[in-house]
């Protein structure tokens, strides 16, 4: 809901500002899973659908932007390429994603049968997993939207 909200929001924002909301929206995630490591062990309700509304919020407001940048830096030969990978790398991310957090609940003691206490403890180590990947995304992203057009393939 939250990231409909946000990308309705921003939407029909000039291209000038592309590089202001990917930023913001992209901090807004990085926020988010910083603050999952923090409220999902404790419970708090409030506080981890206040974290899910950044974060689903963050990504509202980034994604149309990051995909109208990263048609500007594709070569003239490289838009309907960039078109499909964008949804294509989305979902790796989203399945990698998945795969490595259920890597790390089995490494930090998931099993059946276990308490609050030990959940608590197992989600913390999943949500801090998550946290240098977040702060990578978020750095990565200020070379992206300083990247020039038509240098997709020059290392950005």
Known sequence: IAWTFSAIAVSGRPESEDGKF??????????????????????????????????????GMAYGFVRRRANAVAGPGDTERMAGALPTMTRLGYA???????????????????DAAEAARVSTFVFLSAVPFAIVGWLLAFRFVRSEAGTATAGA
Do not use: E, N, W
């Open 22 to 59: 990917i930023l913001i929206g992209l901090s807004m995630v990085t926020v988010a899973t910083t603050g999952y490591v923090f409220f999902v062990p404790h419970g708090s309700v409030f506080a981890i659908a206040a974290c899910a509304a950044l974060d689903g919020g963050g990504f």
């Open 96 to 114: 990698i994603g998945a795969a490595f957090s259920g890597i790390i609940a089995h490494l930090g003691g998931l099993a059946d049968g276990m």
